[in-house]
């Protein structure tokens, strides 16, 4: 069983950044890892997906070019760095993990473990 606990959100100005963490226990080895957020009244949608070896990601077109992916394997922690945060980037944000092994996908429905999720509030 995996266990993820998200936390570094906050409310922050236009054009601030921030840094998400998420503290992964259980067996991670192996494990693709992702972000995705939900706005109010919206369907949760894929931010960033991270390969075990942090070698391969991706990027929502969304957020690509201002939003970084990043993990520590040793720290079973994987990260997501928000630069030039727009309004529209408001929303609680999950963190994913899956089964060893799996490709890397945007879907949610590949992921197995879900975390409780952490606010992000951009204003203007």
């Known amino acids: 069983q995996v266990q993820l606990v998200e936390s570094g959100g906050g409310r922050v100005q236009v054009g601030d950044s921030l840094t998400l963490s998420c503290a992964a226990s259980g067996r991670t080895f192996g494990s693709a890892m992702a972000w995705f957020r939900q706005a109010p009244g919206e369907e949760r949608s894929f931010v960033a997906f991270?390969?075990?070896?942090?070698?391969?990601?991706g990027y929502a077109d969304s957020v690509r070019g201002r939003f970084t992916i990043s993990r520590n394997n040793t720290k079973n922690t994987v990260y997501l760095r928000m630069d030039n945060l727009k309004p529209e980037d408001t929303a609680v944000y999950y963190c994913a993990a899956a089964t060893p092994m799996k490709v890397l996908s945007p879907k949610l429905s590949e992921y197995d473990y879900w975390g409780q999720g952490t606010q992000v509030t951009v204003s203007s």
């Open positions: 991270i390969d075990w070896t942090g070698a391969g990601e």
